[in-house]
Each structure stands twice: as C-alpha cells, then as structure tokens.
C-alpha cells in the first residue's frame, strides 16, 4: 500500500524559505516517479515540481529557481526546498507518485498522478 505523509508546511512572510517533506512507503524509490502538487485556494491543482527514477527534474515556470526538489533514497523522503516565497505560493502542497511517468510528470495541465499525501499548508504573508 502506498503511502506518502507530508511535513513542514508553515506561515511564513514574503522572502523567507520552507522545506517540505515527505516520508514515502509501499514502493522502491527505484519504481516511483515523484513530485509535488499544490492547490491554492479557489484554484484547480496544479503541478509544481516532480522527479524521476533516475534524478531528472521538471519545474513549473513560476518556481523555476526558486524552488528545489530531492530525493533521499536511504531515508525514504522526498524534499521540496523553497526559497523566497511569494503571496503566491499560499497554497496545500501534496506529496505524489506513481509508477510511471505519464503527462503529469511534465506538468502538463489537468494531468495527475495516482497516489496523493493528504497534503500540508503553506501561508505567505506580504
């Protein structure tokens, strides 16, 4: 059974920086593809940044250089460093995989992967 718990998600003011986790079980970190989603309020789900088996990474344009995600394999926990955040960002930030990389990995719109965490809040204040 796959499972994927989310942690960090905080209040925290404009310019300042969070780091998500997620702890993931029910899967090789050799067999997911990974990533996070966030949904902002009022807002469709959207995807902010995923990973591959292999390391490779896709970003969605508003974070491109801002935000950073990693994976260690050992501890079984997907990251997502995040640095000067923006009103913008306010959002539930989900933890996903699934075994194969479909659209959803290249963050192609209205296209979502199986498996979700149950999500953790992010509030940016101005």
């Known amino acids: 059974q796959v499972r994927l718990v989310e942690s960090g998600g905080d209040s925290v003011q404009a310019g300042g920086s969070l780091k998500l986790s997620c702890e993931y079980s029910?899967?090789?970190?050799?067999?997911?593809?990974m990533g996070w989603f966030r949904q902002a309020p009022g807002k469709e789900r959207e995807g902010v940044a995923t990973?591959?088996?292999?390391?490779?990474?896709k970003y969605l344009d508003s974070v491109k250089g801002r935000f950073t995600v990693s994976r260690d394999r050992a501890e079984n926990t997907l990251y997502l460093q995040m640095n000067n955040l923006q009103p913008e960002d306010t959002a539930v930030y989900y933890c996903?995989?699934?075994?194969?990389?479909?659209?959803?990995?290249?963050?192609?719109?209205?296209?979502?992967?199986?498996?979700w965490g149950k999500g953790t809040l992010v509030t940016i204040s101005s």
């Open positions: 029910g899967f090789s970190s050799y067999e997911g593809y």
């Open positions: 996903v995989a699934d075994i194969a990389a479909g659209s959803w990995w290249y963050l192609q719109p209205g296209q979502f992967p199986n498996y």
């Open positions: 990973f591959s088996i292999g390391g490779n990474t």
